[in-house]
């Protein structure tokens, strides 16, 4: 199917958003991004960057509604990534066309995420941070469909998350994408 294709079923699509039709169970998505099988992105990224990911599967379309980031430390301020220093490299959030390597979008081109704060570019004023007597929690909401619609990504296309920094002193991180999956010939029945 051709992006030309979607046109109609775009508006359609866009239409029952805005509606908050409920979606069946089995297609909500609620992923992890992964580095192959690993979900903790507190690695070390500074010699070799970790891509963390999520990639349509064959036959499916994903629309992409919400990222929920958590990232648990000691702390925790906004100067900081996490509790540890602020980065010299930063995370980069991009989309990648099935090919694997083609920009769709590039969502930190102009600033990676090298701070707390820097979340806010992304999710405005959802990045609450809660002080604990051990560990500090931040909580990211990057809620997409508040610019109007879902993110719609096609079969073989991914969702990236590019760790270029050491981040072992990290307790943890992770990040979440929320929304719609649906097999790619759902609009085609309709």
């Given at each position: 199917m051709s992006i030309s294709d979607w046109?109609?079923?775009?508006?359609?699509?866009?239409?029952?958003?805005?509606?908050?039709?409920?979606?069946?169970?089995?297609?909500?998505?609620?992923?992890?991004?992964?580095?192959?099988?690993?979900?903790?992105?507190?690695?070390?990224g500074d010699v070799t960057p970790v891509v963390y990911k999520f990639t349509v599967p064959d036959d499916q379309i994903m629309f992409l509604s919400r990222c929920n980031i958590i990232i648990q430390d000691g702390g925790i301020s906004i100067t900081k990534f996490g509790g540890i220093g602020a980065l010299a490299n930063g995370l980069t959030v991009k989309a990648i066309d099935a090919d694997g390597t083609t920009v769709l979008k590039d969502y930190t081109k102009d600033i990676t995420i090298k701070k707390n704060n820097h979340f806010h570019l992304l999710a405005g004023v959802d990045v609450p941070i809660i002080s604990a007597a051990g560990d500090d929690a931040m909580n990211v909401r990057w809620t997409i469909r508040k610019k109007g619609s879902p993110i719609l990504f096609l079969a073989g296309q991914s969702f990236q998350v590019t760790v270029q920094d050491d981040l072992t002193d990290l307790t943890e991180m992770f990040w979440m994408l929320q929304g719609d999956i649906f097999d790619d010939g759902v609009f085609n029945d309709a």
């Open positions: 046109t109609t079923e775009r508006q359609v699509w866009n239409g029952i958003f805005e509606l908050e039709c409920p979606t069946p169970a089995e297609n909500g998505l609620y992923e992890l991004l992964k580095d192959g099988s690993t979900t903790d992105m507190s690695v070390k």
